[in-house]
């Protein structure tokens, strides 16, 4: 799951990233006291704990991931890794040694200092701690050594293309050597923000940390409002309970917030896969010829208008517009119900369709369902209870038919090389491509990556309805909104308030 992530996003993934904003809080500016300035956010998926080490899904690095903790390097709005808690970096001519310079000075909100013994500990922490299956993104990492205080060294076992960009992940956190002790419920980072408070079942709140080493917030204090209800939510905008809904969970309802005196609306593009699974280890989509059934019974531009106000974008595959290898791989199936039934061979099918209850998923259901059921695939809908339910039975346990969810992490298709992971897909080839991919030049980087997405789709190893879209709603006055979302993280850091 990356945005689970994965996820999935849950949640959307959902997602994101700005450039750092200027002078905040108190600070005396030209003789003059600025008015301390606060933010209320409002989000779908709350965190099930802060422990984004351990515990799957989005909600955590969505809230925490460069606000409160920092990396060695980060992604901007374009994609492109930009320094962080590195100055810079060197990379050996045989591309297996990266030399980070660390910014000096750093201190961690506990007080302890920021030294490349925290980057050892970080890293190599990784194999030994970390639970979740995507730590098989650094298995390329061979070593991490000291050099002195401020310069870091890591030894990968191979050339890999996406070593760096996976530093800009969740994965490339820093942690202080002395505040792991307690990770679900006492973060302890270098970023701009700290844990003021965390109102189960209600929000979180970030305040600005007094000692951050680089530019001050120009929001001194962040509330993450967590609503189940996307009419909740609306309604919160629309009577000052927030100032910003993070992601739109209901684009249909959009002409409430129409009056530019009032609202601005911000839309973009995300990572985020809304993925139709299919449990390819068990009856019956253990039967290519019933996945690609599937996938021509879904008429996707239906279901993108009729689930999501027709926001979002067909892709077709595991790949976003804004990935380099990215192709269009919608006609793969063109929405053909003859076909479809053909496939099947007059057979039909029972199956659960076990779903987050969230609103994209629930939404996308019902259309799902209608369609599945003109081909003889008659899918009973489940909403579980996301994240708890939804990630111990579906992801964790595997035990669905179908179910729908937004990956939101970053370059997320090596997900489809585990099998078992909660699709169950397994076939060699995928993990030769990737790997590939991973250790060849930048131009065999792009051909192995679109053939790895080609044959995910020639396998119909899932199917994708829709890219998730960076939609947003703000008060008037409320600047450095991220128009595009292709980042684990919300980062506040650049917000602004009129």
């Known amino acids: ?84 808690l590195a100055e810079k970096w060197e990379v050996s001519p045989d591309r297996k040694t990266y030399t980070f310079t660390l910014r000096k000075g750093v201190t961690f909100t506990s007080g302890a200092p920021f030294t490349a013994d ?61 505040g792991v002790a307690d990770l679900a419920n006492k973060p302890v980072g270098t970023g701009p923000y700290t844990l003021g408070a965390w109102r189960r ?41 927030i100032d910003v809904i993070s992601s739109v969970q209901a684009p249909e309802s959009l002409q409430q917030f129409a009056d530019p005196n ?29 996945r690609q059934a599937v996938r021509h019974a879904i ?11 027709g926001r979002g974008q067909p892709i077709g595959s595991m790949v976003p517009p804004t990935d380099p290898w990215y192709e269009d791989r919608t006609g793969d199936y063109p929405y053909d119900v003859t076909k479809a039934k053909e496939l099947l061979g007059g057979k039909t099918y029972n199956v659960k369709m076990r779903i987050p209850n969230l609103p ?22 489940e909403p579980l209870e996301f994240p708890a339910r939804w990630l111990d039975l579906v992801f964790t346990k595997g035990d669905y038919d179908l179910s729908i969810i937004n990956h939101v992490e970053p370059r997320d298709m090596s997900i489809f090389s585990d ?42 190893a899932a199917d994708w309805l829709f890219l998730f879209p960076n939609l947003m709603v703000a008060k008037k006055g409320v600047t450095g909104l991220p128009k595009n979302a292709i980042a684990e993280s919300f980062d506040f850091t650049g917000l602004a308030k009129q």
């Open 1 to 84: 799951m990356r945005r689970v992530g994965t996820w999935i996003a849950v949640s959307g993934l959902l997602l994101s990233v700005a450039a750092c904003g200027g002078g905040g809080g108190s600070e005396s500016t030209g003789g003059q006291t600025a008015q301390a300035k606060t933010l209320s956010v409002g989000f779908v998926a709350e965190p099930a704990n802060l422990d984004f080490t351990a515990t799957e899904g989005a909600a955590i690095p969505q809230a925490l991931l460069v606000n409160v903790y920092e990396g060695l390097v980060k992604l901007d709005q374009e994609g492109q890794i930009q320094p962080l």
């Open 118 to 178: 925290d980057v050892v500990f970080s890293l190599d922490r990784i194999k030994s701690d970390w639970k979740l299956k995507i730590k098989s993104q650094l298995d390329m990492v061979a070593k991490v050594e000291k050099k002195d205080d401020s310069t870091a060294v890591v030894t990968l076992d191979r050339p890999s293309n996406g070593f760096l960009y996976t530093m800009a992940t969740r994965l490339g956190a820093m942690f202080s050597r002395t």
């Open 201 to 241: 079942g209600d929000s979180i709140r970030l305040d600005a940390n007094a000692k951050y080493w680089g530019t001050k917030p120009a929001i001194s204090g962040v509330t993450l409002k967590y609503f189940k209800d996307a009419t909740a939510m609306n309604n919160a905008l629309l009577t000052g309970g």
């Open 262 to 290: 009032r609202f601005e609306t911000i839309e973009g593009t995300t990572n985020g896969e809304v993925v139709l699974s299919m449990n390819n280890g068990r009856p019956p989509f253990n039967d290519k010829k019933v």
């Open 299 to 309: 008429d996707h531009k239906a279901l993108l208008d009729t689930a999501w106000a």
């Open 360 to 381: 994209y998923a629930v939404a996308g259901a019902q259309v799902v369902k209608s369609q599945l059921a003109q081909v003889g695939i008659n899918a009973e809908i």
């Open 419 to 460: 099998k078992s992971y909660y699709f169950r897909y397994d076939n060699p080839e995928l993990g030769k491509l990737l790997a590939s991919a991973d250790q060849g030049t930048e131009q065999e980087q792009v051909d192995d990556l679109k053939q790895a997405a080609k044959l995910l789709s020639d396998d119909a």
